[in-house]
């Protein structure tokens, strides 16, 4: 399991952790009965566990043994707990981005713009912390730009109502959907107005501007 590409690339955003059976009197087994485990015997079990040590989910039956399952089970505890738990005061969601055949498509966006709500993206980059050198530099400048942008109370404030979004240059659909949106590298944001087929990319703009006055000023609804 852990040689399949796709999911080394998912662990990625979890802290994984390894529990080797150690017997019937051993600590394992009553752990997993504890928390939704049914068997005595050794088996291959994975579970998502918060910072606070509270069990999240079990992983489903077969699905710990399949790597596309496992892969998709993982992804979708992780968007879960994105939403419940927002990196910044800014609510932004990490993306459903899924791959078509006519290009990568993001529902959550298009059912926003389509109920004519102002819709922001934010396009960062998971990945850059574990990188080399450059790559850490990239993070620290995510960070700074997150917190400068998105950790402030009034843009925070002036939030509301908006659909709010954010991709991962990392992964690969959410990569190409950005791309398709005109944006090949992070930090950036991007915002539609309601009823208007085109993003404004905000980036250069926020460099010397507030995010708060440009949401207030382009999150007007069509009349």
């Known amino acids: 399991m852990q040689g399949d590409a796709e999911v080394v690339k998912v662990l990625s955003r979890y802290e994984p952790v390894e529990w080797q059976y150690d017997g019937l009197k051993g600590k394992i087994i009553p752990w997993t009965l504890e928390n939704g485990?049914?068997?005595?015997?050794?088996?291959?079990?994975?579970?998502?566990?918060?910072?606070?040590?509270?069990?999240?989910?079990?992983?489903?039956g077969s699905a710990a043994y399949q790597p596309g399952s496992f892969s998709m089970w993982l992804k979708e505890q992780a968007v879960a707990y994105d939403r419940a738990h927002p990196r910044t005061l800014v609510p932004l969601i990490r993306a459903t981005v899924a791959a078509g055949r006519d290009g990568p498509r993001c529902a959550e966006v298009e059912r926003a713009r389509n109920e004519k709500k102002p819709v922001l993206i934010y396009v960062g980059d998971d990945s850059a912390a574990s990188g080399d050198k450059k790559a850490r530099a990239l993070a620290g400048k995510l960070r700074a730009f997150e917190r400068k942008h998105?950790?402030?109370?009034?843009?925070?404030?002036?939030?509301?109502?908006?659909?709010?979004?954010?991709?991962?240059?990392?992964?690969?659909?959410?990569?190409?959907?950005?791309?398709?949106?005109?944006?090949?590298?992070?930090?950036?944001?991007?915002?539609?107005?309601?009823?208007?087929?085109?993003?404004?990319?905000?980036?250069?703009?926020l460099k010397s501007g507030s995010l708060a006055y440009q949401m207030k000023k382009l999150g007007k609804r069509e009349k």
């Not at 994975?46 to 509270?54: D, I, M, W």
């Not at 590298?185 to 980036?203: C, H």
Request: hydrophobic share 45%.
């Open 37 to 60: 485990g049914t068997s005595h015997d050794p088996s291959v079990l994975a579970f998502v566990v918060a910072p606070n040590e509270k069990v999240v989910a079990m992983c489903p």
């Open 150 to 205: 998105f950790g402030s109370k009034t843009n925070a404030a002036a939030a509301k109502g908006w659909a709010l979004f954010r991709l991962d240059l990392s992964d690969e659909n959410h990569r190409a959907y950005a791309k398709a949106l005109g944006v090949t590298g992070a930090p950036a944001v991007l915002v539609f107005r309601p009823g208007e087929g085109t993003p404004l990319d905000l980036t250069k703009k």
